[in-house]
């Protein structure tokens, strides 16, 4: 079971029509998404909430494809909780191009679901302006557009009804009192971030406690702990860092709310979030395989889903545990003066959201694409940073959970309990889809 049967369905599907008879491809559809992104980017999106919005983005231009080819292309209907499908006319889509509706669903979803989403609109008119010089029918790009718009409208009212709507309205977060919890962090002290996370509806898991990990290592002040330990191989290894290790912290921080002081000024830095990093990734994969356009709008979605469900599972987490970051206490108990690498995000230490993201998703693409994927990642280029390779998807993901050791802001027990956390939410998310497609039939 597992990948090899999930790569045979690839190889099974109608490749060369999908290829051939469309004006955009899978080119477009990842540029899309880009663009979603840079939008995420200029809204300093949290990472909880950029992989809701990917979540939502790539399920309406995969709900929107199901219906051109629903055999190869299944509804999501009856895995992703409370999901009732897109009703669209069937009459219509004679009249619309498939092509044009996976990609133009992601740009309409973009402007309806992002809070700067009319930033969407320039490249939605470049995209019909591409799309009239090319000689293409402008009543087909008409129909199409009043399609998706229909089908956009359908999954933007699925997604308020997940409770996000409703987390501006819950009890302001108040740090706990006592040692061992979390408390704001230099340089500017920000509240905790999304504490009520976990009462969003989950897309595959039951609930944000399906996978619940292990308790983290008892605070301590003891230096004979197994907490001490733990906080000076932190304080140990920012003091005497590797230049490839800091190379490795800074090409994963992936911190949104990361802040520069110059004299009494502060300046937002522009990063994208962890889940952007991996939609990024998601999209190098598919384009060196040569995924046409309708497989390569599925791997996003499938990726994106099971993203949007481990920030579910690692929010539970953060905020059951409320754990401290190893900033205050070694501020507290080694040196005073002493500063991580990277800056402290603004919420709880336990566990570490990017080991579980990334397993998460890095268990997603390897069940797609192979154990052996090897892959040039370009996506922090346009932050200063330089092109990593790595040899699999699994091996991208230690090194981005190791990362957050190397940058002096967890614990390694939150790391490789998140790395467990990660995988378990990668699973089901394989399982689900494989049983949507009716793959399981021949192992039970």
Not at 29 to 51: C, G, Q, R, W, Y
Not at 103 to 109: D, Q
Not at 236 to 258: H, M, R, V
């Amino acid at each position: 079971m597992g990948s090899l049967k999930l790569m045979l369905l690839f190889l099974l599907l109608p490749w060369e029509t999908t290829k051939s008879q469309e004006h955009l491809d899978a080119k477009d559809f990842v540029f899309a998404m880009k663009k979603a992104t840079d939008i995420m980017l200029n809204d300093v999106t949290s990472p909880v909430a950029a992989s809701r919005y990917y979540a939502y983005l790539s399920l309406a231009s995969y709900e929107v494809i199901s219906h051109y080819d629903s055999v190869h292309f299944p509804s999501m209907k009856g895995i992703v909780n409370k999901f009732t499908g897109i009703q669209l006319d069937p009459s219509t889509l004679q009249q619309t191009d498939k092509g044009l509706a996976c990609v133009l669903t992601i740009f309409r979803g973009a402007e309806k679901l992002l809070p700067s989403g009319y930033l969407m609109r320039k490249e939605i008119d470049s995209l019909q302006l591409l799309w009239f010089k090319t000689s293409a029918s402008k009543q087909l790009y008409e129909n199409t557009n009043k399609m998706v718009i229909a089908a956009v409208a359908q999954l933007v009212s699925f997604a308020r009804a997940d409770g996000f709507t409703r987390l501006n309205n819950m009890p302001r977060y108040t740090p706990k009192i006592g040692d061992a919890f979390w408390q704001p962090t230099p340089p500017v002290f920000m509240s905790a971030i999304e504490p009520h996370w976990n009462k969003l509806r989950p897309f595959f898991m039951d609930s944000a406690q399906q996978f619940v990990p292990a308790r983290p290592v008892v605070y301590s002040k003891s230096k004979n702990s197994s907490y001490f330990k733990l906080l000076k191989e932190v304080y140990e290894l920012g003091n005497n860092q590797t230049k490839e290790q800091a190379l490795i912290a800074s090409f994963w921080d992936c911190n949104p709310f990361a802040v520069q002081q110059i004299g009494h000024v502060e300046f937002g830095l522009k990063k994208i979030s962890p889940g952007g990093h991996w939609i990024g990734i998601t999209g190098i994969a598919c384009l060196k395989s040569d995924l046409p356009l309708f497989q390569t709008a599925m791997v996003h979605a499938l990726v994106a889903i099971t993203l949007a469900d481990s920030f579910i599972a690692c929010w539970d987490e953060k905020y059951r545990s409320n754990r401290i970051r190893p900033e205050t206490v070694i501020h507290r108990l080694i040196d005073p003066r002493w500063k991580p690498l990277l800056q402290t995000p603004p919420f709880p230490e336990y566990l570490s959201g990017h080991s579980v993201c990334s397993n998460a998703a890095a268990t997603m693409l390897t069940t797609i694409f192979g154990e052996g994927f090897s892959f040039l990642d370009h996506t922090e280029v346009e932050f200063g940073l330089p092109t990593r390779q790595f040899s699999s998807f699994n091996l991208a993901a230690e090194e981005a959970a190791i990362s957050r050791l190397y940058g002096g802001i967890h614990f390694r027990d939150a790391i490789e309990l998140g790395k467990w956390q990660g995988r378990k939410v990668g699973d089901l998310a394989v399982k689900k889809f494989q049983q949507q497609l009716g793959l399981l039939k021949a192992s039970n």
